[in-house]
């Protein structure tokens, strides 16, 4: 494992050391100079560099937050829920991709950590309950991976019939802030 040991210096390096648009600009320059010389895995490498240098600039955000009427299988194949009705204690189903989180050493590889907090709301907006930490995810990779999607489950057991709010906030757990979303539902 030793002739491994630069591997966590160089990831660390590539991924979150300073770079301007000139660096940019270069990254992309070498992309399109390996892809002319037919090196496609290397070309590939210098564009997930290039991902990365805007990734690190991102504050984290939601791509895509929907309601769905089956967990998604994979990244990208949610297939949206046709309407925002539900009966008392059905679950509902929210399909999201985060972007912009940050990487963290983590022994020879990388993480990234996101917590989600929920909060119920009357459609006046009142807050109606909620729980802290109603999710945690810690992903382990060798490298960044910027398609990572999550799978929510929100049960609203005992609730009357109306409409509310679904207020999912964000944490970033590795240091780059948090963001939310929200989901109107109907309960019947």
């Known amino acids: 494992m030793k002739r491994w040991s630069w591997l966590p ?9 300073p770079a301007g648009a000139d660096d940019f600009t270069g990254i992309l320059a070498e992309a399109a100079r390996l892809n002319k010389d ?8 210098e564009l997930r ?15 895509e937050a929907v309601l769905v009427s089956e967990k998604a299988p994979g990244y990208g194949m949610a297939e949206p829920r046709p309407d925002n009705v539900y009966k008392s204690g059905d679950p509902v189903l929210i399909y ?3 972007a912009g989180y940050r990487f ?3 022994g020879d590889g990388l993480n990234f950590r996101i917590a989600c907090d929920l909060t119920l ?3 006046e907006g009142k807050v109606l309950g909620g729980q802290r930490d ?3 995810w810690t992903m382990n990779c060798g490298e960044p991976m910027f398609e990572f999607f999550m799978n929510l489950t929100i049960t609203l057991d005992n609730i009357p019939p109306g409409e509310y709010g679904l207020e999912v906030t964000f944490r970033d757990l590795n240091g780059n802030g948090q963001t939310g979303i929200h989901q109107a539902v109907v309960v019947r």
């Open 121 to 123: 709301l009357s459609k």
């Open 134 to 136: 109603f999710g945690q």
């Open 104 to 106: 963290a050493q983590a």
């Open 49 to 63: 560099k290039a991902i990365a240098h805007v990734w690190n600039r991102m504050p984290l955000t939601i791509k």
């Open 9 to 17: 210096i160089a990831i660390c390096l590539l991924w979150t050391g």
């Open 96 to 98: 999201v991709e985060p």
């Open 38 to 45: 037919n090196k496609p895995l290397e070309s590939v490498a």
